[in-house]
């Protein structure tokens, strides 16, 4: 049986969070300016950016921790760029994602 969850998860940067969900090829509603909503078979997984809370269906569970790497790995790669920074990304078989930053 599943049940709603509800996380807090920071959100800094909606554009970067559309971009990782554009990557993944997952489609999203923008319901306003600072929520967005994923559709799934039961109950949709619902973000918001200025609460920070993510709610979905415990289901989902996986998904969300997917959609959570990689919106970490895009925001941290971002802002390395701004920096100037060079960056290197290891994908390992097992899901762990290293970065290495170098000034």
């Not at 967005?36 to 809370?53: F, K, P, Q, V």
């Not at 919106?71 to 920096?83: F, G, M």
Request: with cysteine; proline share 0%; glycine share 4%.
């Amino acid at each position: 049986m599943s049940r709603k969850l509800c996380i807090q998860f920071e959100i800094r940067n909606l554009l970067i969070m559309k971009d990782t969900l554009k990557q993944m090829g997952v489609n999203y509603n923008e319901l306003n300016a600072e929520e967005l909503e994923i559709s799934r078979s039961y109950n949709a997984i619902h973000m918001n950016a200025r609460t920070g809370e993510i709610s979905y269906d415990s289901d989902d569970e996986h998904r969300v921790n997917e959609i959570k790497q990689n919106y970490t790995v895009n925001l941290y790669k971002d802002q390395a760029i701004r920096e100037g920074m060079q960056l290197r990304e290891e994908r390992k078989a097992n899901g762990e994602v290293h970065l290495t930053l170098l000034h």
